[in-house]
């Protein structure tokens, strides 16, 4: 196959529900020419045969199937057949913006520069409600951010800003710069794809950013990573917060803020995981919660009034145990 502007990687593991929307969503874009890769990791549903059969007169689609090794194996399985100059990786239950890849391709012809990657911002939906939590930015208008700007740019970050930091689908990554730093994602089941986006910020030389939402994020779909309860996930989150922790040492950013912030979504994200009607065990399994070890590097009065509520109940068994429905919300 010919080279193309852009690359989309989907791992898709049992989705068969979403993944038709998803893909339909990217094949309806105009202005870049790109590829969509399919990388089935070992589905035990209908989704593999779903997408050969949806999508086998498209030639604008691959469909690569592999055992079981979890997204961020697929992802670089899917990096290995791409043949785009710039790299995508959409998670299979989330859809972009009509336009994206037009106003994209219009902003690329005005820069000249090498750029490493791409950010923009994203929408948060529900499967669940119709609610949309959207992205607030500081900057207003596109811009480079070359390499004397980057650390004022990641210091600027604050609570809305984790995804724009942590997820690798609000990035559209030039392939070279992957292939020049041997950037490859982790073999962890989560948390793969925020350490693989610390990297990218560690690396690169020049962000071009634009403040549009052009992707939207599904959160809370059931059977999900991040839904499912999983004891490895905490031991995952930790492992970012500390490689967060060495690249802002590494840079000379003190974003103790957005540090902290992080750290409280840890810590919330372990409570959520203890969800039990008896409290004789919630209590049992709070004493020995893994976030203890990284809650102490918490700087409270860099905190939000929401998460300085948070972190005062987080303290405390009962508390946690009695305020358990609003802190899963």
């Known amino acids: 196959m010919k080279e193309v502007d ?4 989907f791992p898709a593991y049992n989705v068969e529900k979403y993944i038709i929307n998803s893909v339909q969503s990217v094949l309806k874009q105009r202005g870049l020419s790109f590829e969509v890769i399919i990388v089935d990791d070992g589905s035990t549903d209908g989704t593999l045969d779903l997408v050969k059969s949806a999508f086998k007169d498209d030639l604008r689609v691959k469909i690569i199937h592999q055992s079981n090794r ?14 785009g100059k710039w ?23 005005l820069q000249p520069q090498v750029i490493d990657f791409i950010l923009f911002g994203s929408q948060t939906r529900t499967f669940h409600d119709d609610s949309i939590v ?31 930091f942590y997820s690798v689908w609000t990035k559209i990554i030039r392939k070279d710069f992957i292939i020049e730093n041997n950037l490859l994602f982790t073999k962890h089941q989560t948390s793969q794809d925020a350490i693989f986006s610390i990297k990218l910020y560690n690396f690169a030389n020049s962000i071009f950013f634009i403040p549009e939402e052009f992707y939207y994020y599904f ?32 840079k000379g950013i003190k974003n103790e803020s957005f540090f902290s912030y992080f750290i409280m ?3 919330k994200s372990e409570i959520t995981q203890m969800s039990t009607e008896e409290y004789s065990r919630f209590s049992k399994l709070f004493r020995e919660k893994k976030s203890n ?7 409270f009065k860099k905190l939000s009034l929401k998460y300085k509520f948070f972190y005062l109940i987080s303290k405390n068994s009962f508390l946690s145990y009695l305020f358990l429905p609003i802190i899963v919300k």
């Open 293 to 299: 070890e990284v809650i102490r590097d918490v700087k």
């Open 134 to 164: 959207h992205q607030e930015f500081k900057i207003t208008s596109p811009k480079l951010i070359k390499e004397g700007e980057i650390l004022e740019f990641v210091d600027s970050f604050r609570e809305n800003d984790a995804n724009i």
């Open 87 to 109: 790299i995508f990786f959409m998670d299979p239950d989330d859809i972009i913006a009509d336009d994206m890849f037009e106003r994209i391709d219009g902003l690329l012809k």
């Open 219 to 250: 959160a809370k779909r059931e059977g999900s990573a991040q839904t499912k309860k999983n004891p490895n996930k905490i031991k995952n989150e930790i492992i970012v917060i500390n490689e967060t922790r060495k690249m802002f040492d590494s």
């Open 265 to 267: 979504l840890v810590v």
């Open 6 to 9: 852009l690359s989309v990687v």
């Open 70 to 83: 979890g997204s961020g194996e697929a992802r670089n399985t899917g990096l290995k057949y791409a043949f």
